[in-house]
């Protein structure tokens, strides 16, 4: 059975904090890995990573994919309260539908 | 957000109703699918459409059933809803070949 699984579920940290956030995968015919933020309401896109190794960049945030050992981490560099959300991994297998399977998500929360 | 909206956006509804949620598309594309969050679980995938009259099941389909008659709307019909039921639906569509899933605003549905 297809599997992402997201660690830590919740998270609480002080501004200018540094922050990782794990995702870890068991998928028939991996496709692609993707991050999205979501602040009470819908998830919005952060980054598709398909390579290993290669990093994708976005302001503070970045992530990274290790398609040997299955898993990816998100970071998060000078936090900030408004990078308080749920961050959810989604893994899309290789069927060409877009179909997506989703971790639990991990809460973030930042103190001023 | 690819133009999506979802109706209704709140239902309260009992035991035993029949409920529709709709979800419309501006942007033509082809994928659409529809999940459901709750907490613990991240986003769960209901159903998906790969094109007019084209649906097919996906991990928590019990008690649900879809349609799509038209490239725009794909509706989610609970035939008699149950307390399980409740939860928060989000739409999503995917352009071929796109990288991410754009999601609509969310339905918050409760069955008392």
């Known amino acids: 059975e297809d599997k992402v699984v997201q660690s830590p579920l919740s998270l609480v940290v002080h501004e200018g904090d540094t922050v990782t956030l794990n995702c870890s995968y068991e998928?028939?015919?991996?496709?692609?890995l993707l991050w999205y933020k979501q602040e009470k309401k819908a998830p919005t896109f952060l980054f598709m990573l398909?390579?290993?190794?290669i990093e994708k960049k976005s302001g503070r945030l970045s992530s990274i994919l290790d398609k040997k050992e299955l898993f990816s981490i998100l970071n998060i560099t000078a936090t900030q309260t408004g990078d308080s959300a749920v961050y959810l991994c989604a893994v899309e297998a290789s069927s060409n539908t877009g179909k997506l399977i989703f971790g639990q998500g991990t809460t973030l929360q930042v103190k001023p | 957000d690819a133009g999506i909206t979802q109706s209704p956006r709140h239902k309260v509804t009992e035991t035993g109703t029949p409920v529709t949620l709709r979800c419309h598309q501006t942007?033509?594309?082809?994928?659409m699918y529809w999940y459901r969050q709750d907490p613990g679980h991240g986003l769960r995938l209901i159903h998906y459409s790969y094109g007019v009259k084209d649906t097919d099941k996906g991990e928590v389909s019990d008690g649900y059933s879809v349609s799509r008659s038209k490239t725009e709307d794909f509706l989610l019909t609970l035939e008699s809803a149950t307390s399980s039921q409740t939860s928060v639906y989000f739409c999503?569509?995917?352009?071929?070949?796109?990288?991410?899933?754009?999601f609509g605003p969310g339905t918050r549905l409760t069955v008392l």
């Open positions: 998928v028939t015919n991996f496709r692609s």
């Open positions: 942007e033509n594309h082809r994928y």
């Open positions: 999503a569509t995917h352009l071929q070949g796109g990288d991410e899933q754009f």
């Open positions: 398909t390579s290993s190794g």
